[in-house]
Every structure is written in C-alpha cells, then in structure tokens.
C-alpha cells in the first residue's frame, strides 16, 4: 500500500498530539507572582481526592515567581502567608495565613482566618471553576488572571489593600488582616449558618458590601456567586500577590455573570446585591480600583483574545491555509487526518 507523509503533516501531527496530551493529562499550570515589597509564604490546599502539586507551601521572595503543574480535576486553594519566622530547631509560624504547621509546607493544613483565597476546580474536559474569596477575611492583595483558554476568562481579585479601610471592629493587631464579619460575631446571619444557610435568608451585611463595592469580582460572602465564580476551559493561571494595577487584559475584560453546573450553582439568587458584577459604572476593572476608563471595557474581547492565542498556537496551521507551505504531497490524506483530529478534540472537550 502506497502511503505518503508531508513535513508539514508530521510537524502538525505532532504539535497537536502535544497539545491534546498537556490538556488531557494535566489540567493547567498555576505560577505564583510575588509584587510585594516584602516575603510572601503561599500555602496550597488540595481537597479530599486531589493530589497535591509538589509543594503544600514554599517561601516566595519579593520579585520571584514559582510554577507548578495541576492535573486535570485537581481542586485546590491557595494563599498568601506574610510575616513568617521559621527556623530548623523549633516550630514557626506566620503573622497572618498561619496554617499552623510550624514548617514552610502546609501539609494538608488550611489558612487560619483571616486571608485571601483564590480556589480551583479544574475540569476533566470542560470549564474550569475558579474565584478569588473573602469570605474567610483578608490578609494581602491577590488578583487571578487566566491565559491561553477559551470562554468567558475574566481575571479576578482585589488590588486595594482592604487593610487600609479595615473598620476597627474587624481589624487583626496593627492592622495586618481584616476580619470577615462572621470571624469577627459568630453571628448565623453574617456566617449563612443555621437558619440563615440558603441564598434567600442570608442577604448581604454591611461588612460584606464594604468588601464588594471595593473588590466587585471577590467573593463578599458565602452566596456571592453570580458576580464572583468565573469559568474558563483549557487555560493557564497566574496568582499575583500584591499587584499593582489590573493588566490590560484584565481591564478589557466583559463582566460575566457565570452559570454553573451540577452543585455549584451560579445561579442562586442574590437578594439586595449588585447584579452587574462591577458594583457600579465607576468601579472600573472590578479589581478595586476607583476612577478607572469604564470605557476600556471592549464587548467581546475575551473572543478577540481566544482568537489571537490560537493563532499563536497554531500558526503554522495558519500559515499552510494561506499557502505558505507547498510540501503536501497527499491532500487527501491530511485532510482527513485533520478531520480525525478535529473529531478528537470534540469527543474530548464536549
């Protein structure tokens, strides 16, 4: 049987078996971004059934980065741990975040409250699930932004440093963290506990909107969920501490408001909160920052986005489309090879 093969088809082929296999096998890659001026110490969270990612907590100088590999599924926390102290002969800890470990790692030990979360639950084969929560309070500002992916990939997080506008009701020591209403009471109705565990009787206190008007895209309290889960399939996070504006990406971003399958229910209605997801025309990014051009909010960006990073990803297909490649010496049969594919990619993300 007479069979032919083009450079182009086997540079092809295998450009997109690597990228069926990184996307089937690993579900994203989170890099860690420190812009504070100081150490920050993240701590990483996997839930019951996920493996964790090398690392349960590690030191993160000023002007570093650190990247790890999550595979498909994987769901998970992180945070940021500040004013740490350890050391090889006794147990340390840190002033805020602590995850009571005395180590750099964690060890399947959650945040001691208060701290800013941002949480993950990657897809299998569809959307990723992501949102950065102060509902546990706040210690440091964080931001998530997703590249590569396809969908509705807003960023989301809080710049301002809440500390600063910390009431003092709520305020840990010199003013390190912020206490959430329900660290700070107990009450059932700040807590959506007890009677008040359902998004009809747990409104929003005015703790909470003290935190929405100023971070409209963090999770305020426990059924903030319209206007603070985000979804995204098959792209890359970054987690960035302390950063000191929303990128441009993240200023062009159109404020979703997300619907979630199966338990978490985007849906659920949120009485007395603002619908839109910005909190107002002059929140800006919904990042936290004030008097930002509401008008570099681009309808349809993130397409426009998904657009450019397939093209970077498959420029070379791009370029045999127009022509630029004449060495194909079987139509036919990479035609049919990129049908296959096609069809591949469908049974794998559908």
């Not at 990184?22 to 812009?35: D, E, I, L, P």
């Not at 929405?212 to 970054?238: I, L, N, Q, W």
């Not at 349809?300 to 630029?324: F, K, V, W």
Request: proline share 6%; aromatic share 10%.
């Amino acid at each position: 049987m007479d069979l032919c093969f083009s450079y182009p088809t086997v540079i092809l082929s295998l450009h997109i078996s690597l990228l069926l296999f990184s996307r089937v096998a690993f579900g994203a890659t989170f890099t860690f971004v420190n812009k504070c001026e100081y150490t920050v110490w993240p701590g990483i969270l996997a839930n019951a059934g996920s493996p964790t990612l090398g690392s349960t907590g590690f030191e993160l100088p000023q002007d570093s980065s650190r990247t790890f590999i999550a595979p498909s599924g994987w769901s998970g926390r992180f945070w940021g741990r500040t004013k740490c102290i350890f050391s090889n002969s006794e147990p340390g800890s840190c002033q805020t975040g602590d995850c009571g470990s005395g180590q750099t790692e964690c060890n399947g030990s959650g945040a001691a409250p208060p701290a800013t979360l941002a949480e993950f639950t990657l897809g299998t084969s569809g959307l990723d699930f992501y949102d950065v929560s102060l509902v546990d309070g706040y210690n440091l500002p964080m931001i998530v932004e997703a590249t590569g992916g396809s969908g509705m990939c807003a960023s989301t997080g809080c710049v301002t440093d809440l500390n600063q506008a910390c009431p003092t009701e709520l305020k840990v020591g010199g003013g390190d963290a912020c206490k959430s209403a329900c660290e700070a009471f107990g009450n059932p109705e700040y807590c959506c506990s007890g009677a008040f565990n359902s998004p009809g009787a747990c409104r929003p206190s005015v703790y909470s909107q003290m935190f929405k008007s100023t971070c409209p895209r963090a999770y305020s309290y426990a059924y903030d969920d319209p206007t603070s889960t985000f979804t995204c399939s098959g792209a890359d996070y970054t987690v960035t501490f302390c950063p000191s504006m929303p990128s441009q990406k993240s200023s062009r971003d159109p404020t979703p408001t997300m619907t979630a399958p199966g338990t978490t229910n985007a849906d659920g209605s949120l009485s007395g909160s603002d619908t839109t997801g910005m909190g107002g025309s002059d929140s800006g990014s919904g990042f936290g920052v004030t008097g930002a051009d509401s008008g570099s909010v681009e309808t349809g960006s993130n397409s426009e986005s998904g657009s450019q990073a397939m093209l970077a990803d498959g420029s070379y297909l791009a370029g045999l489309a127009m022509g630029a490649s004449t060495r194909i010496y079987c139509p036919s049969v990479f035609i049919v090879f990129l049908q296959f594919l096609s069809l591949l990619l469908h049974v794998l993300y559908h």
